[in-house]
């Protein structure tokens, strides 16, 4: 291995030092190390975990193992794809053509929207809308918050209120919580883990699966809402 790429590794806490040292260029290691480099080298460029993951992830040198609570330092890294994920959102609203609207305060909320301050409330102790805080002023609806609360208003000024109540917002995200999960879990599993290997790096990896997920989500709704509606109504295939 070059050795400005053992330097690195060594900056990055991923190797020790030489265990000696004869020359400029000649430096003697832990044969041991050997395993432990390669293993290094499959995960950041194969698998296209960052260092700092990597340095986690394994046990300290020179084993080559990975450290008993490895899954749970993955579970911890799906944390930091959060931005990530937040952008693949984003996409997918673009691509549908709706995106919630600029920010608007609590106060804009309740005077624009036909939404009440308990129902704020109450979406708010759920987890499914709640504000951005803002040091010195009143909270902030922004992103998928917003747009949820835009969707009730819509839903109402539809007159369509009676047909979609708020209680409904309850087997909505019961529903969509365990999709989620399965696809967080899917991710871990699949990603993560290595059971296969991803062809660019996590985060974007993360923003394209958000993306596309949701897309996918739409398309199979579409597909499958009429035949359910079908079955329900008893009519009979056609």
Do not use: C, W
Request: hydrophobic share 45%; net charge neutral.
């Amino acid at each position: 291995m070059a050795a400005p790429t053992i330097k690195h590794y060594m900056r990055e806490g991923l190797l020790p030092r030489a265990e000696a040292r004869t020359s400029r260029t000649m430096a003697y290691y832990d044969p041991r190390l050997a395993d432990r480099v390669r293993v290094i080298k499959d995960l950041q460029s194969r698998r296209f975990l960052p260092l700092k993951l990597i340095a986690d992830l394994l046990e300290p040198p020179p084993s080559a193992a990975l450290r008993a609570d490895a899954e749970e330092t993955l579970r911890r890294h799906l944390g930091d794809l959060e931005p990530a994920i937040k952008a693949g959102a984003r996409d997918a609203q673009a691509v549908r053509g709706r995106d919630a609207g600029p920010a608007r305060t609590r106060s804009a909320v309740l005077s624009t929207l036909d939404i009440s301050a308990q129902e704020l409330d109450d979406l708010a102790a759920s987890g499914l809308v709640e504000g951005t805080p803002v040091a010195g002023g009143e909270p902030l609806y922004v992103g998928a918050d917003l747009e949820i609360l835009e969707v009730i208003d819509e839903v109402r000024k539809q007159g369509m209120g009676d047909l979609f109540p708020m209680p409904i917002l309850e087997p909505y995200a019961a529903a969509v919580r365990t999709l989620v999960r399965v696809e967080i879990e899917l991710f871990r599993r699949r990603v993560l883990a290595g059971s296969i290997l991803p062809p660019k790096p996590l985060d974007e990896i993360a923003r394209d699966a958000t993306r596309l997920g949701e897309r996918l989500v739409v398309a199979m709704r579409a597909k499958l809402v009429i035949p359910e509606l079908r079955n329900a109504a008893g009519a009979p295939k056609p």
